[in-house]
């Protein structure tokens, strides 16, 4: 039996996890327990007390039962990911390294740890520690062999103003009008995640149509951001309540047409074309000269797609780096040939034949 996408499953996220199919789901986002070790109420300076994480479920006897916790979910989360899926999970100091720890004994690869700073963190009331000022997420593929996950990166570059994505992301909690409130007004739930971190998760490590697994399902903002986007969703939340928000939150979701959704495509995805296959198409023919785009270096076309330049000759990246005594060289970019208008790239007459490979 498939897996139903677009709902909220209520029960304890174990039992639930057990029941769902093996490779069934894209990615999985997980915002597990943080086991916070606190000492009783924190106090603000004026004796009022803080609004902190408190509640029964972040509570475990020990270490060692947060350890088996932890190993028994995410174990879980392993076996419904596709084998090119992939897991986000976010913690904080109390809890990041033993989960870090336990995703790698249970066979996930390490792909990034990306930290979140918070704009408008809360102070440090005591004075007797650095203000605690962000949270850390682990990105982690289902296991070292999989080199096809998801990574929508020059998305991820534009969204970042045509500068690579760093692993700093700075971004305010969740505040205002998102901060969902409950009837007498107080936060429905006190670790709400802003919406705009999980836009950014969703939108670079997945695509339209794929299904998100959110194990601690909360208040819904994984829902929210992933039907918004145009993903499916299952979560799970063992909280009446707090499921019972989501489902009103996520029918309020407008999501974004296929249009809205197209996103800046990525040269990995796209079929590879050697440049031997330039020549053969006639694009550039043996004997035609390349150049670098400041004209110092300069090779000739042979036959089969490699490149000479007096005793050197290899392929368009290897005399490339030798040129410049790197240890390496993207030729498409760094290879130019004549045309009325001065220089132009080789990789332009790369697009003009994938243009040409029907879809």
Same mark, same amino acid.
């Given at each position: 039996?498939?897996?139903?996408?677009?709902?909220?499953?209520? &029960?304890?996220?174990?039992? @639930?996890?057990?029941?769902?199919?093996?490779?069934? %789901?894209?990615?999985?986002?997980?915002?597990?327990?943080?086991? $916070?070790?606190?000492?009783?109420? $924190?106090?603000?300076?004026?004796?009022?007390?803080?609004?902190?994480?408190?509640?029964?479920? =972040?509570?475990?006897?020990?270490?060692?039962?947060? =350890?088996?916790?932890t190993r028994?979910?995410?174990?879980?989360?392993?076996? @419904?990911?596709?084998?090119?899926?992939?897991?986000? %999970?976010?913690?904080?100091?109390?809890?990041?390294?033993?989960? &870090? +720890?336990?995703?790698?004994?249970?066979?996930?690869?390490? #792909?990034?740890?990306?930290?979140?700073?918070?704009?408008?963190?809360?102070?440090?009331?005591?004075?007797?520690?650095?203000?605690?000022?962000?949270?850390? $997420?682990?990105?982690?593929?289902?296991?070292?062999?999989?080199?096809?996950?998801? *990574?929508?990166?020059?998305?991820?570059?534009?969204?970042?103003? !045509?500068?690579?994505?760093?692993?700093?992301?700075?971004?305010? #909690?969740?505040?205002?009008?998102?901060?969902?409130?409950?009837?007498?007004?107080?936060?429905?739930?006190?670790?709400?995640?802003?919406?705009?971190?999980?836009?950014?998760?969703?939108?670079?490590?997945?695509?339209?149509? =794929?299904?998100?697994? !959110?194990? *601690?399902?909360?208040?819904?903002?994984?829902?929210?951001? +992933?039907?918004?986007?145009?993903?499916?969703?299952?979560?799970?939340?063992?909280?009446?309540?707090?499921?019972?928000?989501?489902?009103?939150?996520?029918?309020? %979701?407008?999501p974004a047409?296929?249009?809205?959704?197209?996103?800046?495509?990525?040269?990995?995805?796209?079929?590879?074309?050697?440049?031997?296959?330039?020549?053969? +198409?006639?694009?550039?023919?043996?004997?035609?000269?390349?150049?670098?785009?400041?004209?110092?270096?300069?090779?000739?076309?042979?036959? =089969? &797609?490699?490149?000479?330049? &007096?005793?050197?000759?290899?392929?368009?990246?290897?005399?490339?780096?030798?040129?410049?005594?790197?240890?390496?060289?993207?030729?498409?970019?760094?290879?130019?040939?004549?045309?009325?208008?001065?220089?132009a790239s080789? !990789?332009?007459?790369?697009?003009?034949?994938?243009?040409?490979?029907?879809?």
């Amino acid at each position: 039996m498939g897996l139903q996408a677009d709902t909220i499953i209520q &029960g304890d996220c174990l039992e @639930v996890l057990k029941t769902l199919p093996d490779r069934s %789901v894209d990615l999985v986002f997980a915002d597990p327990p943080y086991n $916070l070790q606190l000492g009783g109420d $924190l106090l603000r300076p004026d004796n009022s007390k803080v609004d902190a994480v408190d509640d029964d479920w =972040d509570r475990f006897d020990s270490f060692a039962a947060y =350890d088996a916790f932890t190993r028994a979910w995410m174990g879980e989360c392993r076996r @419904v990911l596709k084998d090119d899926g992939a897991l986000w %999970v976010i913690g904080s100091y109390h809890n990041v390294f033993r989960v &870090g +720890a336990a995703l790698q004994d249970l066979g996930f690869w390490i #792909l990034n740890d990306v930290i979140w700073r918070k704009t408008n963190p809360m102070p440090n009331f005591k004075g007797a520690r650095f203000t605690n000022a962000h949270e850390t $997420l682990i990105w982690a593929a289902k296991s070292q062999g999989a080199k096809r996950y998801t *990574f929508n990166y020059d998305a991820m570059k534009v969204a970042n103003d !045509d500068l690579q994505m760093r692993s700093d992301w700075t971004i305010p #909690l969740c505040t205002g009008e998102e901060r969902l409130k409950d009837g007498s007004g107080a936060k429905a739930h006190p670790t709400q995640k802003p919406e705009a971190l999980l836009h950014r998760v969703i939108l670079a490590s997945t695509r339209p149509g =794929d299904i998100v697994l !959110d194990p *601690f399902f909360g208040t819904g903002t994984t829902g929210a951001a +992933a039907k918004r986007l145009g993903r499916r969703y299952v979560g799970i939340e063992r909280d009446k309540t707090y499921a019972a928000i989501a489902k009103a939150r996520i029918a309020q %979701v407008q999501p974004a047409t296929a249009a809205e959704l197209e996103i800046t495509g990525s040269k990995r995805s796209e079929p590879r074309i050697p440049f031997g296959q330039i020549v053969e +198409a006639g694009l550039l023919r043996p004997g035609d000269m390349l150049y670098c785009a400041t004209g110092k270096h300069a090779a000739r076309v042979r036959a =089969d &797609g490699s490149l000479v330049v &007096g005793d050197l000759a290899g392929s368009i990246h290897k005399v490339g780096a030798l040129l410049q005594d790197a240890p390496a060289c993207n030729g498409w970019t760094y290879w130019h040939f004549k045309t009325d208008q001065g220089l132009a790239s080789i !990789d332009t007459l790369r697009a003009k034949v994938r243009s040409a490979i029907p879809a």
